[in-house]
């Protein structure tokens, strides 16, 4: 094999192509999933960041029928690698997977097959891979290519870090003539540069697409009742919606899922105190059932291949921007509007610094975590575009406001804060930089408390001299200062606040500051309830007459009855863009039926005959 790859060829991505048809049942490639192709078939090493459901696992997938040999995928979860097993063996591919699920005949089967050249993808988790009686095996079959599936799990800096990933450098040492793809969905500057470092990669082509995701609509609010507040957006837009609820603690998860289901949402607890048998189910109901909401810390999700998740809520604040991005991207994999709900308040803040000053790591280390809470804090916080602020984080410009985001679609009011910020900084001079934010509001607001009064704070020159301002929104001032450096919380997590390097030109009247209005917060109803339950039909929305819907229903019923027979999700028999495609436009014979996007050879002969006679009813 050539040190060096090929320059592209028409006929290599004229192959592609071909099998791309005839597999897939798509006929042209998206973004730059033809380029990596062609690159990895011809034997070069690619390193991938594409945005969830902009098609990367194609970009190893496909090559890996290319070439000659078995490509090893490296998975770091067992549920992903059972899904693309599942959805690759109904398109006809020859895939298997090698992890602990197996029984031991089963693993000496798998053996066989890789052994035999019966199989054209393998996918391993990396702890399995890194044995030696795995490698040994491995240095006995020819080898078509090895994929590293989640390869920002590689850095040490990121929100899913796994020791195992760096020791996968061991690929370049003893397979150097194989060549290796490495796939993200999110990584920022730093993640890259790990990956490419730690992987071995540093003479990989690199692809970057963009990391915007123009279906999804992005709302953050200020968080008053966390719960009420989801409840309300719930019902107003996503009732009988598949979803995911994110949330912090274990215990956080089962009370909202407790609660969501005493209000009639079919929602399941998902963290890793809960028995494995119990974690398992409730993932298979959420993959194979539809409108499941999975309440979960962040422990759900990763690889998670649902495309119909039609939103991603977080009542709790996450710990980068990052991290946010990459949850937030499980919606609307399939393209179609999807929505990104966040709840955040100052005591997020200080619940997340006190976790990351009790988490391990050097300076360099927490000082990069926490540049990188400042900038989810100024998301959260920005009156301008959020896309903007986003795409922004990972070196991507968008020339012009998105206008699918809650800033977009209803612009936030903002006033001249200086005055009000000066009269907050200098209360937090004057009581010691010692006291968290409901004390100093209310020495603001001249409230005498027994608190206030022990420590004297009633004789500060600051002591009612806010009462321009109520508590709420002193509280947004201070959630606002906090994110823009003016104020600092305690690297122990108190919650105490202290005057920030950002301070000093504000309180000496050499700056002045744009603050958010804040508005009443969706849900919360003075102890009114929320909005009774409003469905909507989400996933026939773009269907133009109710021929074309109730045609769409038999065609999700047919699917349904399909998926159960062959013991996979309903989205590996076909995805609702393909189904939606075939209502409108009503194919009669499996010629029409193969025209249609995403119906490949294999599907096609397994499959038509059912579809066609669901659309000839009626």
Avoid at 404 to 430: E, I
Wanted: proline share 5%; aromatic share 6%; glycine share 8%.
């Amino acid at each position: 094999m050539p040190d060096r790859p090929r320059e592209p060829t028409p006929s290599t991505r004229a192959r592609a192509l071909e099998i791309l048809q005839r597999t897939w049942g798509y006929d042209a490639f998206r973004g730059d999933q033809g380029d990596v192709v062609v690159r990895v078939a011809e034997g070069g090493d690619a390193l991938v960041l594409m945005p969830t459901g902009g098609g990367k696992s194609l970009c190893y997938q496909l090559p890996a029928l290319l070439r000659d040999g078995t490509a090893v995928v490296v998975s770091p979860l067992i549920a992903l690698m059972q899904d693309q097993v599942a959805a690759l063996r109904e398109l006809g591919v020859r895939a298997r997977y090698l992890n602990s699920s197996l029984t031991p005949e089963a693993r000496r089967e798998v053996e066989d097959d890789l052994l035999a050249g019966r199989l054209d993808l393998v996918y391993v988790a990396p702890e399995r891979l890194l044995n030696e009686p795995t490698l040994a095996l491995l240095e006995r079959i020819p080898l078509a290519l090895f994929a590293i599936d989640e390869a920002h799990c590689v850095s040490q800096w990121g929100h899913d870090f796994r020791p195992e990933y760096l020791q996968l450098a061991v690929l370049a040492e003893r397979f150097p003539g194989v060549p290796r793809i490495a796939l993200t969905a999110t990584a920022d500057g730093v993640t890259r540069r790990e990956m490419r470092e730690k992987l071995r990669l540093e003479e990989a082509r690199t692809y970057v697409s963009s990391f915007d995701r123009p279906n999804i609509r992005y709302q953050v609010t200020d968080k008053r009742n966390a719960r009420q507040q989801f409840l309300a957006f719930y019902r107003e837009k996503h009732v009988g919606d598949a979803g995911i609820v994110y949330a912090m603690t274990r215990k956080t998860v089962d009370r909202t899922a407790e609660w969501l289901q005493a209000q009639g949402v079919d929602a399941l607890p998902y963290h890793a105190g809960l028995d494995r048998e119990v974690r398992a189910a409730h993932q298979e109901r959420f993959l194979r059932e539809d409108g499941v909401v999975v309440v979960a810390t962040i422990a759900f999700g990763m690889g998670i291949d649902k495309p119909d998740v039609r939103f991603v809520a977080h009542l709790d604040l996450p710990k980068s921007l990052e991290g946010y991005y990459q949850e937030t991207g499980r919606a609307g994999r399939d393209g179609a509007p999807a929505d990104a709900f966040l709840t955040y308040g100052l005591q997020d803040v200080v619940q997340v610094r006190r976790l990351l000053a009790s988490g391990e790591g050097d300076e360099a280390y927490q000082r990069v975590t926490r540049q990188r809470l400042e900038a989810l804090l100024g998301y959260c916080e920005t009156s301008s575009c959020r896309r903007q602020v986003l795409l922004r984080y990972f070196g991507e410009d968008l020339e012009h406001p998105c206008g699918n985001c809650d800033t977009c679609l209803d612009p936030v009011p903002t006033f001249d804060g200086t005055v009000p910020a000066q009269k907050l900084l200098s209360t937090v001079v004057r009581t010691g930089q010692r006291f968290g934010a409901g004390h100093l509001v209310d020495v603001l607001l001249g409230k005498r408390t027994p608190r206030v009064e022990r420590f004297g704070h009633d004789d500060v020159s600051t002591f009612g001299i806010g009462r321009d301002l109520d508590e709420h929104a002193w509280r947004s001032v201070v959630r606002q200062l906090v994110a823009s450096g003016h104020l600092v919380t305690d690297d122990e997590g108190h919650g105490s606040l202290r005057v920030g390097p950002a301070a000093a030109p504000l309180l000496k009247g050499e700056t002045t500051l744009e603050l958010r209005e804040d508005r009443a917060a969706p849900g919360t109803t003075g102890g009114r309830t929320a909005p009774a339950p409003r469905r909507r039909e989400a996933a026939v929305a773009d269907l133009d007459d109710d021929d074309d819907r109730a045609r769409f229903e038999r065609l999700r019923a047919v699917r349904t009855e399909l998926a159960r027979e062959a013991g996979v999700p309903p989205y590996v028999v076909f995805h609702d863009a393909t189904l939606r495609e075939m209502a409108v436009r009503r194919p009669r014979d499996e010629a029409g039926l193969a025209d249609i996007q995403g119906v490949g050879a294999a599907k096609l002969a397994r499959y038509g005959a059912r579809f066609l006679a669901a659309l000839a009813e009626g």
